[in-house]
């Protein structure tokens, strides 16, 4: 059963089952075949429905704790004193990863139990890595462990796989754990004061492939809502990297526009757009012919800018932006309309 109903005999069914029945033209019960009302009426067995989902719920999950080791079990091969032999260490790694996802309560005995500085260990080992960072993102998911896995030093050792990673699915798990931790706000300064950690970000973005860039814009945007994080990123030359990518189309544009719409808020940034060799072209470009998320941030940077620039207000204007935003006024995307309102006021305020 999916939709259980009770009938006035007392019985339940499925409702599409005994619907088909009445629709039939039957007027009695299946099981008692005592008569029923001309226009039964099918009463919700919500008892049952809520049983159904629970059993639906654990049935549909991969069968954890069938096919696992107790979780005690586990926990005990990473933090016990005595060495695990590196087989026993990644398959405990694996199983955990795998039963973190799904179960809060086992997130929360694992922190109590003292595992994170070893799972944290467990980085240093490039055949651990993939599977450590899997079960240290899924750990990150409650907030309490985002505070305790920076005190255990998560952003170093993590920073460091991301500077030297042994694989690209390793870097980029490495970022989504930033952008996870990120989501405390203390965290975002902490991250941002760790020696190295946005200009390994930045590095990503310029050399990395694929899911990697992704993951590192992401991971950076997150950071970059602290405002002295978007001066540090200014400075380790994410600017240009950006606008190349942007420039660039592809996946990554609409996440390299947003950690822009974010940089353009510092004078640095500012700063650092205005080198940028066809910076206003890069973001016309994406005002023209982006998705709605790209248009949006593209207006809002371009705005910034020429709030601040008179070259900028006249070099948009003699690329038609004023044309572009007129018409995107009228747009079913509520904060285009606005930030296109703004920017044509911005340009013809200063004309």
Known sequence: MSDPVILPSGHTFDRSSIQRWLDSGHRT???TNLPLPDHPSLIPNHALRSLISNYAHISSSPKLHLRHPPP???????????????????????????????DPSLRRQLAESGALSAVLNCLNCPSF?????????NLSLDDDNKVGLVAEGAIGRVVSVLRAGSSPISRAIGCTVLTSLAVVEVN??????????????????????GREVKEAAT?????????????????????PILARLVGGGGAGLER?????????????????????????????????FGGEKGIQCALFTLNALCLHSEEVCDEARGQGVMEICVGLREDENEKIRRNASSLVQTLSGSQ
Do not use: W
């Open 72 to 102: 005690e079990t586990l926990i005990s091969t990473l933090t016990s004193p005595r060495p695990a032999t590196p087989n026993s260490k990644l398959d405990s790694l694996s199983h955990l990863a795998k039963l973190t996802k799904f």
């Open 188 to 209: 975002k300064a902490t991250i941002g004061a760790y020696p190295d950690a946005i200009r390994s970000l930045v590095n990503l973005l310029d050399c990395g492939k």
């Open 219 to 239: 991971a950076l945007y997150a950071v970059c809502s602290f405002p002295d994080n978007r001066r540090r990123a200014a400075e380790c030359g994410a600017v």
């Open 29 to 31: 019960c299946p099981i």
């Open 129 to 137: 890595q993939e599977k450590a960072l899997s079960l240290l993102l």
């Open 256 to 288: 390299a526009v947003e950690v822009l719409s974010s940089l353009v808020k510092c004078r640095e940034g500012r700063v650092e757009m205005g080198r940028v060799f066809g910076f206003v072209g890069v973001l016309v470009k994406v005002i023209s």
